[in-house]
Structure formats: C-alpha cells, structure tokens
C-alpha cells in the first residue's frame, strides 16, 4: 500500500514539473516578446519590467498571499502541490534568464505564447495543480458556484492588464490581452475534467468528465 502510494506521489511530482515547463516555456516567449500575461505570472512580469526587478523573485513574493488563502480555502495537499509549482517555475525562469537574449515579435508572444501557457496550466489543473493567483481563485469560484474557470480567469487577467498599461504600453498590451483570450479559451476547453480539490482527508478527487477515473491530489 504505501509502495502504491509513493509510486502516485512520484508520479504527481512528475506531472507537476511537466506542466510548469510547458509554462515556463510560455514565460520565456512572453518575455522575449516583451508583453506581458494575467494571474500572478502576469503581474510579476509587469513587476519587473517596470521595477527591473528579477520576474523568478518577483513571482514567488507576489503569491504568498495566495499560499494562506488557498490553506484554508482548498486544503493543504493542493496549496503543497501549488507551492512546488511556483517554486519549480521560479527556478525554471531563473535558467531560462541565461539563455542567450533574443526578442521576438508581440503577435508571436500572444499567440504561441498564449497557446504553451494555455495548455501547460490546464495540465496542471488536470492534475490538482496550480500556479497561485487567480489559478486559485478561478478553482475556488467552481468549486462553490460551478463558474467557468477559464471565463473567472478572463475577467481577474483582464484587471491586470488593464494595470500594465503603464509598465508596457498601450500596443504591447492589446497583444498581451491576446494572450488571454487564447489562454482562456484553451483552459474553458478542458474545464469539465479539472481536478477540482476538495477540503478533506480523502486522497482522490473524481473527475467529473471521466466518471470511475480518479487522480490523486498532492
């Protein structure tokens, strides 16, 4: 038994790392292309351009908060697994700083950008897992009231945004606003089969998609 289970801890790690490199790949695109995101990710870039600050510092102080919120609202095995994601997308981004410095196209970012964040942090949903943030909030407002996750995450990113014009300008942020709606929209798409963590004891949530299948939440 305790065999299984660590051999189901092993492999929630795994799916939690795999799902912040899809992410963090999508960071560094966003970054090069110079616009910005929603969700904490999205407000730790705006942070840095405007601060110069370091986005892997930057996004890792902005969610503390989150953390407390999350403990008591979503329970401890999913603000464990969130807090492992942030810290391995922190550590990822600080790798991907020293890489070689290019700059890509605004559209580029929206676009490809949008579409590798998209799907990276509905892997992680998929998986009981999240990136902080409005990712938390969005989880929260299904699990209470059913609301779309991916139309939640929609109006908190479009607040932030509207909040970077200063940082970004006016045309990065209508790119950046772009990269939203794909984001969004690709997280409305796999909204049925989250893994939506419940406040308790019990080691599995049943994804309401796939009746009979269930995932361990961490």
Known sequence: MKTNELQQGMQQILKVLLGTLIVSLGVLILKRSEITTGGTVGLSLSL????????????????????????????????ASTLFAVSSLSLMS?????LPQFVLPGWFGAIIGGCIMGLGMSYLFLNGSSLGGSNILALMFQKKFGWNPGKVMFVLDGLIIAGSFYSIGLFKSIYSIASIVILSY?????????????????RTAVLPAAEGFTTTIL
């Open 48 to 79: 840095s351009y405007w601060l110069g600050s370091s986005f892997p510092l930057t996004y890792c102080l902005v969610n503390i908060p989150f953390y407390v919120l999350s403990l008591f609202k979503m329970g401890w095995r999913f603000t």
């Open 94 to 98: 600080a790798a991907a700083a020293r």
């Open 186 to 202: 690709l997280i409305s798409l796999f909204k049925s089969r989250f893994a939506v963590p419940v406040k308790a004891p019990a």
